[in-house]
């Protein structure tokens, strides 16, 4: 029996992961969860999961959430020290990191370093400190499974092939909402607009990032640490039906893909269940019913962000870091109101111009660098922390 933390259980992707612990009730136990603000839907999952342990954002939640909890309570935590001991929490095996942006970062390194298997959705904490991450999973010899569609995809056609064989990893990507825009009409698209996805149903930030395309530079650059290839040799191809989850090409011209109907609850079971497969919920795909697959090339012209973090990762060391911090500032404005959507890529760009890159050799030290990018961010933007 797995034991879990669920980090984010309130998010789409903790939504989805109880779904798959509820279907499987055999193999996993809840050990504890975390959430953010949501403390209704939050009291509920207590009540069904029983955990041990719990923990929300601020203590003014903990007290709300103590007040709405009858019977025997969980013990309630907040805070990042309450995350961290959800992370770590003694009797747990694995966490399923579902925290959305670089808030996760501190929790998912504590889990490695804890010793836990981990069930990675935030690709922000890659994405900012993917060399130091890496490095504690190799020395604290824990797993560290792909929850991202694409990267479980990648991750499914290596099995049983050797890493020197690979030539490209192959990233689809939908296109998002905005695939046929002209800019001139980008430059004028509204929040409920760029919440439209076609084809996925996840939180706000991240499908904001599937409409500026950094959701895909970001997963380059996730790819680039979970699978210890230059970023060369990952491309990208828009696929809008988002049925091929991903490919990897070797060297002897054989592409290995894996595909399903679209729903997270795939990439989460296999996550937590890796080797074994177990009914995930997920509708099975009838190839016969689709009109066809396309594929093409990723517009940069459009779609600057893509480029932007190719660039973050060429530049390397703290780029990444404070990249990503942009962009958290800059897409909490778009969803305000407070900016357009193009100035997203321009605020993002013009804070990677003004910073010089330099080594990250802690945690600490990435946490530094995106307080930094957020700092400059948002006085770029005129926006207030
Ligand atoms: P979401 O916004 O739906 O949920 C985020 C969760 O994190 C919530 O439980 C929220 O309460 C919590 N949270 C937010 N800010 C926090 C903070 N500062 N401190 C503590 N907790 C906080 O996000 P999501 O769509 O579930 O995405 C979660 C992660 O998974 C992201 O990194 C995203 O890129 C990745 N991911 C999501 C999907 C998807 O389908 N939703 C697919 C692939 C990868
Ligand atoms: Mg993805």
């Not at 998912?108 to 298997?117: I, L």
């Not at 064989?165 to 192959?170: F, G, L, M, Y």
Request: aromatic share 4%; charged share 20%; glycine share 8%.
């Amino acid at each position: 029996m797995k034991k879990l933390t669920i980090l984010g259980s309130t998010g789409s992707i903790g939504v989805s992961t109880l779904e798959v612990v509820t279907a499987q009730p055999d193999l996993f136990r809840v050990v504890a969860l975390t959430a953010g603000n949501n403390l209704e839907l939050f009291k509920k999952q207590i009540e069904t999961h029983k955990p041990e342990l719990v923990s929300v954002l601020s203590e003014k939640n903990a007290r709300e959430l103590k007040r709405l909890l009858s019977g025997k309570k969980p013990e309630i935590l907040h805070g990042v020290e309450g995350m961290i001991a959800a992370a770590t929490a003694t009797d747990t095996t694995m966490v399923v990191a579902a925290i959305v942006g670089a808030a996760g970062l501190v929790p998912t390194a504590a889990a490695v370093m804890a010793g836990k298997d981990v069930a990675l959705a935030n690709k922000e904490t890659l994405v900012t400190a993917g060399h130091l991450i890496m490095d504690m999973v190799r020395e604290r010899g824990v797993k560290l499974y792909p929850v991202d569609s694409e990267h479980c995809a990648v991750f499914q056609s290596m099995v049983g092939h050797r890493d020197q064989d690979i030539s490209r990893i192959i990233l689809t990507a939908s296109g998002g909402p905005f695939l046929n825009w002209s800019r001139e009409r980008l430059a004028c698209a509204i929040v409920t607009d760029a919440l439209n996805h076609p084809n996925w149903s996840m939180g706000r930030k991240i499908t904001v990032d599937s409409a500026t395309m950094m959701n895909k530079g970001l997963e380059v650059i996730e790819a680039r640490w979970l699978f210890d290839i230059p970023v060369e040799r990952i491309a990208v191809n828009i696929h809008p039906q988002s049925i091929i989850h991903s490919m990897v090409e070797y060297v002897d011209g054989s592409v290995i893909a894996q595909l399903g109907v679209p729903d997270m609850k795939g990439p989460i079971a296999y996550a937590l269940t890796f080797p074994a497969r177990v009914p995930s919920g997920v509708k099975p795909l009838d190839l016969t019913t689709l009109a066809g697959l396309t594929f093409f090339n990723p517009d940069t012209e459009r779609f600057p962000a893509l480029k932007l973090a190719y660039r973050a990762v060429q530049d390397g060391e703290s780029m990444p870091a404070v990249m990503n911090a942009a962009n958290e500032v800059a897409v909490e404005a778009f969803l305000g109101g407070r900016i357009g959507f193009m100035a997203i890529a321009e605020a993002i760009e013009r804070v990677m111009d003004l910073h010089v890159p330099h080594g990250l050799h802690s945690i600490e030290e990435v946490l530094e660098a995106d307080r930094w990018g957020r700092r400059k961010a948002r006085e770029i933007i005129g926006v207030e922390a």
